[in-house]
Structures are given as C-alpha cells and as structure tokens.
C-alpha cells in the first residue's frame, strides 16, 4: 500500500502499489477462491479488486472491444491535458491579436 488520500465524501481513501494490485489478480486468475474472498482477505473492496482484474485483462489484451488499456488510458489523460493547456494558449494568442491590432489602428 501506498498511502491514503481524502475522498470527496471526506473518508480516507487507500492507494495500493502497483505491485500490491498486481499480486492480488494473480491471486483471482490463480482460481479456487472468489475475487470476494480474496478481498475480503486482502482487506480490499471487493468493486476495487473487480476493476483491477478486469484492467489486467484487457491489458492481456483480452478484453471487451473497445475497452482501453492502462497505456491507452494514460496518453488519453495526457493529450486531454495538452489539449486544455493548447486551448488556453490559443486564447491567449487571440487575445494578444486583438489588443496588438486595435493598437495599429
């Protein structure tokens, strides 16, 4: 585990390492045991768990079409990111524009 951060309902929400998330699908494609109890033994959420194996498949390449992989989910954040701080600059050299044209006047 990572560490813990507030929620938006003002519990404390956990933060699992990528290696914890990991050991925990295996354990669920092990088989045997329902993803419930190994929640439950993990001291996990069980929709938390779920969520993770269900990433790890589509990551496998094994998902539902259309579902993203984590890697695809990544540059998706990071080009939504690019793409608000490119809207801002663009504004901002409008507004510019303007001011510098009714400047000439």
């Known amino acids: ?54 990433q790890a498949e589509t990551d496998a390449g094994n998902g539902a079409s259309g579902e993203l992989t984590t890697a695809e989910r990544t540059e998706l954040q990071q080009l939504r990111r690019e793409n608000a701080r490119l809207k801002m600059d663009r504004e901002i050299l409008k507004k510019a524009a303007a001011f510098f044209a009714k400047e000439s006047e």
């Open 1 to 54: 585990m990572m560490g813990t951060q507030m929620s938006s309902r003002g519990k404390k929400r956990r933060r699992f390492s990528p290696e914890f998330k990991a050991d925990a699908v295996k354990l669920v494609q092990q088989g045997g045991r329902s993803i419930r109890e190994i929640a439950r033994d993990l001291g996990v959420a069980y929709g938390a768990l779920a969520r993770w194996t269900k």
